[in-house]
């Protein structure tokens, strides 16, 4: 690798990074019969996923969640802190540093159809992150299983609009840095 796609790469987790963090900090919106929140940042995370890949992509993720552990307020909401992965959230961040590679897995390098990275998108970024935080949320707070999965049915529509607007911009995306190296 050569200094320069090292930088590259290194600017572009950096931006992502910093991405992630401005999508933490606008405000949760609460539901008040679950203990999760509708957030913003899990569209980051998807967006790194597809941007950066899996090496970027998992980079970008760990440092936010070092920095989250470290006590930096950079989750919705304004929070952070070591108990931020134990509560009951803490079953979506852990899904989403498997996010990246598992993008990466079924996208391949090639590009593929808007409609097939949209399904990924969905199978990926939500569902897959929504099982996670289900499992976890089952377990912390003392819930049937199907009644985690089932409250968190509430995030669906809103998930698969966020995965749709992070196709669209990853691929617009993709396209304009492409043309800008020829």
């Keep these: 690798m050569s200094k320069h796609s090292a930088l590259r790469r290194l600017s572009q ?3 992502m990074l910093a ?8 405000p949760a919106v609460p539901l008040g019969f679950i203990p ?18 899996a090496r970027g992509g998992t980079t970008a993720i760990t440092l936010l969640l070092f920095l989250v552990a470290c006590g930096l307020p950079f989750l919705s909401g304004g929070r952070g802190g070591a108990a931020m992965f134990v509560g009951a959230t ?5 899904g989403w540093l ?7 897995l079924l996208m391949g390098r090639k590009p593929r159809s808007w ?3 949209w399904l990924v998108m969905i199978l990926i970024g939500v569902l897959f ?3 996670a935080g289900s499992i976890w949320l089952a377990m912390q707070a003392h819930m049937p299983l199907g009644a985690a999965f089932a409250s968190n049915l509430v995030f669906i529509p809103g998930d698969i609009l966020k995965a749709t607007l992070v196709v669209a911009i990853s691929r617009r995306l993709r396209r304009g840095v492409h043309q800008s190296w020829q």
Excluded at 21 to 26: D, P
Excluded at 98 to 104: K, S, Y
């Design 129 to 131: 992150v929504d099982a």
């Design 98 to 104: 498997f996010v990246p590679g598992l993008l990466r």
């Design 36 to 53: 999760v929140p509708l957030v913003l940042q899990n569209m980051g995370v998807m967006l790194a996923g597809s941007l950066l890949g």
């Design 115 to 117: 409609s097939y990275e």
């Design 19 to 26: 991405l992630l963090i401005v999508l933490g900090l606008l």
């Design 13 to 15: 987790t950096a931006m």
């Design 90 to 94: 803490a079953g979506y961040m852990y």
